[in-house]
Each structure stands twice: as structure tokens, then as C-alpha cells.
């Protein structure tokens, strides 16, 4: 182990929420085989980042965002001896949770619901609460931390561990650090996955021109996106390995911010994605609406919804079913209910339910 030591003893790290009797796989590999065995984790390669529901084989989808930030994280933490089986697992879970319709997606939901929607939080209800028929993956510690505390959206140079345990029972509060390195190393390794896959995803869709990226970051981080992930990461470890914290250096960092900024303005904000952005945000809200006033009238009686000769509300229904004892258990609360099973889905399942309720002229728009 090199000058980076987790505070937590290795026995809390490993800990699960119902203890299991280990393998020769160990308790993090043991975690990435759950994850990628789950239905959250499948449904990944019918999410996407920025450009929903693509034709283009060639755009970024959310199973392929993970593998590159399980990918980096294990790179960069196999530099600085670090748990590899543990950052990967992370890697691999982060965005289990995700909405569908990427930023959009998250966005519309977060807007829609009194509660709110963070994926990160959302993603470990996934792990804890709704896979395998609510009985969920029964991940460590470790894992289920990094999952929470992962967000890679906000401009850090550099990250340290929580001073103390993380409460991941208060599921509805994000963490400001995650409680290892391994997960400092996650957080950092998803920004460093989407900066350069974005612009050449934007590039791909014709919605900017690889010559209006600034000359600096050009010339200093790259235009590829191999070239950015290989600079961003030894740069990573080399500062890392000097400072004794997980973090960039300062000029890259500033190249970071600078071209964060670039990708808001020219490709989240570009006005040829407005459309497809509110069309996102009509088809949530028109499912919300119908959801709800579906799950009013019928509750859990499921042969009602059986009997509906609506193919959503058929499966809608067989979905209440298969987590009936944890609705039961959290006093089958609506905008829960409706929030998980709009999250849940694909973006292609959430047009195709969209169509369904179009044609019954049951959408009440």
C-alpha cells in the first residue's frame, strides 16, 4: 500500500447489510459481478449521456460511460495502490440509478417530483432497494459509498476522504466526500470519461465543428478523446502521487474548467438540442401524469391492471407486483412509485410507452 490508506478498517469497508459468507473472488469483485448481473446495469445500454435514443451505433451510451470510468478509476488507482476490484465496482455502479433522456431526463424528473431526483442518491435505492425484487444487491460498504458520493459534475481539483463514516441510511442526502479513495478516484475518473466522449459525441451529431474547441485545450489536453482521457489521467497520478490527495494539477485544471465551460455553452446548450430537451422533459411529464392517475384509480389491485387492455398499464401493474413488499413497506407512496418506475426505464421503453398512451388518448394534454 502506498501513502494512500482508507481510515475505515477493512472489515467496515467489506461490511454488506446482511451479512454473507465471502469467496475466493473476494467482497469487491464479488460486488462487480452483481452489478453488471442486474437489470439496472443491462438497461444502461439503452441510456444515453446527451443525445437520447440514438440511431448513431457510434453515440455514447450509459453502459459504455461506466466501463470507461471503471476502466480509468482501475488505471489510475493500480498507479497509486489503490483497491482496483473496489474502484471498478464503483465504476460499474454509478450511474445505475441514472434517468432516462440523460442531463434532460434527470433535469425534468428533479423538477417534477417534490422530493426531487439525484441519480446519485437514486442509484443507491437501485443497489439497496428495488434490484432483485427489492431485496437489492447486498453490495459493501465501499461500493455503495462510492456509488452515492460519486458525482463528477462539480469543479473539484482535487479530493480528500470524509473525516468519518458516511450515513448511507439517510438515502435522501448526498455526501460532500466519499469515505475512500478508491471513490475519490471514481469521482474524478467520471469527469475525466465524459469530457472528451461528449465533444466527440457533439462532433458526431453535427452539432459543433472540432475546430471551434480553443486552441489551448487543443493543443494542451487534446481533441481526441484517447489523447484527453491518456493526459488527464497521468496527470492524475502524477500530482496525486506528489500531493498525497486525489486531484488534478492546477493548469490542467484550469484547462478542465475551461473546457467544461465550452461543453455547456456550445453542446448542452446548443440550440439544436433545446428540441429534443423538451420533448424529453413532455414525454416524462405526460407519463407522470397518466402514471399517477392510473395508480390512483387502480392502487395495488393488480388484476385490475391485468385486465387493462393498455399494454402500460398491464405492465405497470406486473411492476407493482414484483416490489409489492417494498411498496407495502413504504406505505405504497405514490411519487415514489412513479418516480422509480420513470427512472427506471430506457429511453426507447419511455417513447414506447409515450406511443402507447397516445394512441388510447389517455395522455391528458
Known sequence: MGKFKNSLTAETLAGRVRPRPEDIRGPFFRDQTAIIHSLAFRRLKHKTQVFFSPENDHI????????????ISATICR?????????TAIGLGHDLGHAPFGHAGEKALNDMFARGFIHEIHSLRVVDSLENYGQGLNLTYAVRDGIVAHCGEVDEQFLEIAAGPNDLQKADKQPTL????????????????????????????????????????????????????????????????????IGFSPHMFALIKDFKQFSREKIYSNPKMSYWNDYATFVLQSLYRYLAEIFITNGADFDRYASSRTALNVKFGKYLKSLQERYTAEGWDREIIVRDYLAGMTDAYALHCFQNILSTGTTGL
Not at 455514447?60 to 476502466?71: F, K, M, W, Y
Not at 498507479?79 to 474502484?87: F, G, I, S, T, Y
Not at 465543428?209 to 497520478?237: F, Q, S, Y
Request: proline letters at 2%; charged letters at 25%.
Open 60 to 71: 455514447c451510451t450509459r453502459i459504455e460511460h461506466s466501463l470507461h470510468v471503471a476502466t
Open 79 to 87: 498507479a497509486l495502490e489503490l483497491d482496483v476490484d473496489l474502484a
Open 178 to 245: 466519499p469515505s475512500t479513495w478508491e471513490g475519490c478516484v471514481v469521482r474524478l475518473s467520471d469527469s475525466i470519461a465524459y469530457l472528451g466522449r461528449d465533444l466527440e459525441d457533439a462532433v458526431a451529431a453535427n452539432l459543433i465543428n472540432i475546430d471551434e474547441l480553443p486552441a489551448d485545450i487543443r493543443n494542451k489536453l487534446g481533441a481526441a478523446n484517447r489523447d484527453i482521457i491518456n493526459n488527464l489521467v497521468w496527470d492524475v497520478i502524477d500530482w496525486s502521487r506528489k500531493n498525497g490527495k
